[in-house]
């Protein structure tokens, strides 16, 4: 299979160029593993969370490939207790399979990709590129670098250009609420109640396919706190600063609640975060729920 060529165009750091093509490369063994490695494993990975064959043979792979890289010098996952380390002056984290609960029902599935330029647990603002993978009716990848943000379809070992300036359109058209209701805090419940009247229901149980619908739709994907869990559900250094880079490249804000996901301080690398992506005036609005409930 031929090597993605550089992914990022004017990307003046080649090590996170060959990162990013990395993931394209990996991305058909690992819509391979999905297919066959599909029997739970005897693990539960550091969440407290189940973990598929396929979980532990993506990280597997991603682990082998981009430590391999030369200027990589750790490695992050979900999957794993500790960062794997190594000598080099980029550091990748990374949710080999987000969404893996839907792979029996075959619904979208993928995984996420942050490039650092100091090692985990790291706070959003190191990062230098971020992306993920969407193994869906056909594979795809988004990449932020460089405040701009690049749409790619991964077919026959290579990686085409479909979107070369993604962006959040200004209309917000979607949403999707992680959570549940009844779990919700009044600040949210009566912000979700508003929105609901007037956007429409994209919610499919992997962050990163309802995120691509708020960064296709316009809208707002939300895991917020809970009342039995300020913190929610989503990691915040391998799932919320990615995908809040991406977001905010693409135009668009990420949140906490109360602060950019970027900006959110973090001590261990499974610390989970309230999390809130989407369009600036749908984040901004929502922060002011916030702080009137306070
Ligand atoms: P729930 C997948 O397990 C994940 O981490 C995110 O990708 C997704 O948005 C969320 O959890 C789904 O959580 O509670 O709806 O199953």
């Known amino acids: 299979m031929s090597k993605s060529t550089d992914l990022t165009p004017g990307m003046t750091d080649t090590t996170t160029g060959r990162i990013v093509g990395e993931f394209a490369d990996a991305a058909t063994e690992i819509r391979e593993a999905i297919a066959t490695e599909r029997q739970f494993a005897d693990e539960e990975n550091p969440s407290g969370e189940s973990q598929l064959a396929a979980d532990l043979v993506a990280d597997e792979l991603l682990e082998e490939r981009l430590l391999a890289l030369d200027g990589v010098g750790s490695y992050a996952s979900e999957e794993r207790e500790s960062v794997t380390v190594d000598e080099g002056h980029r550091h990748v984290a990374v949710d080999p399979l987000d969404g893996s609960s839907n792979l029996e029902p075959n619904s979208g599935m993928g995984t996420i990709f942050g490039v650092y330029d100091t090692q985990p647990p790291t706070i959003g603002r190191n990062l230098v590129a971020a992306g993920f993978v969407i193994y869906g009716p056909t594979t795809s990848m988004v990449v932020a670098r460089n405040d701009r943000v690049r749409e790619y379809i991964i077919h026959d070992g290579d990686a085409r250009v479909v979107d070369d300036d993604v962006s959040v359109p200004t209309d917000p058209t979607v949403y999707g ?23 429409k229901l994209r919610y499919g149980g992997a962050m990163i396919a309802d995120v691509s619908q708020v960064l296709t739709y316009g809208g707002l994907f939300s895991y917020p706190a809970l009342e039995y869990r300020p913190t929610g559900k989503l990691r915040l250094q391998f799932e919320g600063q990615p995908m809040g880079y991406i977001v905010e490249a693409a135009g668009g804000k990420s949140s906490d609640g109360h602060q950019s996901l ?12 309230p999390l809130h992506l989407g369009n ?9 729920r916030y702080e009137r409930h306070e």
């Not at 992680?178 to 600040?187: M, S």
């Not at 959110?264 to 610390?271: A, G, K, S």
């Not at 600036?280 to 002011?288: K, N, V």
């Open 177 to 199: 609420f992680g959570g549940g209701r009844e779990n919700w805090n009044d600040a949210f419940a009566d912000y979700a109640t508003e929105l609901q009247e007037r956007l």
């Open 262 to 273: 970027l900006d959110r301080e973090i001590d261990d690398i499974h610390d989970r975060t």
């Open 280 to 288: 600036t005036s749908l984040i901004e609005r929502l922060e002011e």
